[in-house]
């Protein structure tokens, strides 16, 4: 049993986040880690690609990260699968994007959400739950040969319309 498992006097289904640093300081001096977390942009990242290598972990386990952290957890929980939970795609994309770019020697990618966006856009589409979306570009005025002081100030004859 840990050592202050059960010290909290109310129960609470968040874990007590402090017994962890002690563990998580032994992990990150250990030989690689340094290395792994700096081809990551974020732990969320880091996480789902260390799940995604076969992590032996139940779902189960992790279940109070629901609560607290609900994007990590679908995240966790569609790691290395051909279909994922919305809610995680972002974090998903940005996992994978990362460990294809360490597999290639690359250097670290920038956040790659839009190809997760744009994939969920096509998949509803595709079944008929959004419209097609369609990008407006805004029309240009066209450019005037008078300079901006002339053209506001300018005082110009009306012309008469009507038979007089």
């Known amino acids: 049993m840990i050592k202050g498992l059960l010290r909290r006097k109310t129960f609470s289904l968040t ?10 300081d032994r992990v990150a001096k250990a030989p690689g880690v340094s290395e792994w977390l700096q081809s990551h942009r974020s732990m969320r990242t880091a996480l789902v690609a260390l799940y995604g290598r076969d992590l032996r972990l139940a779902p189960a386990r992790f279940r109070w990260l629901k609560g607290v952290n609900r994007t990590l957890w679908y995240a966790l929980h569609s790691a290395d699968t051909a ?3 919305v809610e995680g795609a972002g974090v998903q994309a940005q996992a994978r994007a990362e460990v294809h770019a360490s597999k290639l020697g690359l250097p670290r990618p920038g956040l790659m959400v839009t190809q997760a966006i744009d994939g969920l856009q ?9 419209f097609a979306r369609h990008i407006i570009t805004p029309k240009r005025r066209e450019a005037s040969d008078l300079p901006v002081m002339t ?5 110009q004859p009306t012309e008469l319309t009507e038979p007089a």
Not at 15 to 24: H, I, R
Request: hydrophobic share 60%; aromatic share 14%; net charge negative.
């Open 151 to 155: 053209a506001v100030y300018a005082v």
């Open 15 to 24: 874990p007590l986040y402090g017994l962890a640093d002690a563990g998580f």
């Open 122 to 130: 096509a998949e509803l589409e595709s079944i008929g739950l959004v």
């Open 83 to 85: 279909k994922v939970f």
